[in-house]
């Protein structure tokens, strides 16, 4: 996970070494705007809220549970909304609670 840049500089060595730091865990493909979401049970909608998200973020879902993949599969699964600091999942309205995903945040 990347540290958070102060916005503040007391030393300029500090400074240089945790630019170069995040720079090289993008370069590597990670970054800490992920997290994990788990679509509420009995309700059609999930609210996932998340500081990172902008009304232009796109988000990666990847199910970790076999009731996830059998929603993504159904097709039921989709982003219906996105605000600043957030976005809702419409899908399918039922008793599983279970249906938990990874997710991704770009933009």
């Known amino acids: 996970m990347i540290t958070p840049i102060p916005t503040s500089w007391t030393n300029l060595e500090d400074m240089i070494r945790r630019l170069a730091n995040g720079v090289n865990l993008l370069a590597d493909g990670r970054s800490n705007a992920t997290g994990a979401v788990t679509l509420t049970a009995n309700q059609a909608t999930t609210t996932l809220t998340d500081a990172r998200i902008g009304t232009d973020t796109v988000i990666t879902l990847q199910?970790?549970?076999?009731?996830a993949a059998a929603e993504i599969g159904a097709g039921t699964l989709y982003v219906s909304a996105v605000t600043k600091g957030g976005l809702t999942l419409t899908h399918a309205n039922n008793a599983q609670a279970d249906r938990t995903f990874d997710y991704a945040l770009q933009g």
Not at 63 to 67: K, R
Request: charged share 0%; glycine share 0%.
């Open 63 to 67: 199910p970790t549970t076999a009731n």
